[in-house]
T-cell receptor, first 114, second 115 residues
Framework: GENVEQHPSTLSVQEGDSAVIKCTYSDSASNYFPWYKQELGKRPQLIIDIRSNVGEKKDQRIAVTLNKTAKHFSLHITETQPEDSAVYFCAASKGAKGNTPLVFGKGTRLSVIA | GAGVSQSPSNKVTEKGKDVELRCDPISGHTALYWYRQSLGQGLEFLIYFQGNSAPDKSGLPSDRFSAERTGGSVSTLTIQRTQQEDSAVYLC?????????????FGSGTRLTVV
């Protein structure tokens, strides 16, 4: 089955700096890669996703890149703000190719220091 | 409903007792998922439903865990003879269709503590 590895497990950045979180996946058939943000004591929420027919997607200060050959994808947050502090999870699934549930990475705890 | 509802929000139970956790998905969402999140850990897949059937039960950790879904809506996760290692936050999510191409909406979870 699919296995998703996520790095780093913790990340501290100064406010205004950029943060990058990286994930690798094992199943080359996976084609859907979402990112979820979980603030302390709250539910995970989808912040951005990418499908395997594109290499990059951007939404304001957040961008995700996908390298299918290397089987890795990354989340980039620019101009970080204190409210970006949270745990971020990457995930992968086969999407429409199979009714498989999302497999999540173990999460990255991002701390933005004001 | 407007979101995914889970109840109870917190549950403290004695070791050996049975517990039932409830999930009420977004109306019209055909797929429903259960995940478990232990302290400081990631999201561990347990089971998912497409309608009332469960095509994938591979994540259930033992035969003490079972789940059902009725009427294509509410789902119940049952843990029998609870153990301390069952302590975790149990998250339910639903999506419009099965298959990860559709974003999940998570509930707020049930925090289970086995003492």
């Amino acid at each position: 089955g699919e296995n998703v590895e996520q790095h780093p497990s913790t990340l501290s950045v100064q406010e205004g700096d950029s943060a990058v979180i990286k994930c690798t996946y094992s199943d080359s058939a996976s084609n859907y890669f979402p990112w979820y943000k979980q603030e302390l004591g709250k539910r995970p929420q989808l912040i951005i996703d990418i499908r395997s027919n594109v290499g990059e997607k951007k939404d304001q200060r957040i961008a995700v890149t996908l390298n299918k050959t290397a089987k890795h994808f990354s989340l980039h947050i620019t101009e970080t703000q204190p409210e970006d502090s949270a745990v971020y999870f990457c995930a992968a699934s086969k999407g429409a190719k199979g009714n498989t549930p999302l497999v999540f990475g173990k999460g990255t705890r991002l701390s933005v220091i004001a | 409903g407007a979101g995914v509802s889970q109840s109870p929000s917190n549950k403290v139970t004695e070791k050996g007792k049975d517990v039932e956790l409830r999930c009420d998905p977004i109306s019209g969402h055909t797929a429903l998922y259960w995940y478990r999140q232990s302290l400081g850990q990631g999201l561990e897949f347990l089971i998912y439903f497409q309608g009332n059937s469960a095509p994938d039960k591979s994540g259930l950790p033992s035969d003490r865990f079972s789940a059902e879904r009725t009427g294509g809506s509410v789902s119940t996760l049952t843990i029998q003879r609870t153990q301390q290692e069952d302590s975790a936050v149990y998250l339910c999510a639903s999506s419009l269709r099965p298959g990860g191409n559709y974003g999940y909406t998570f509930g707020s979870g049930t925090r289970l503590t086995v003492v």
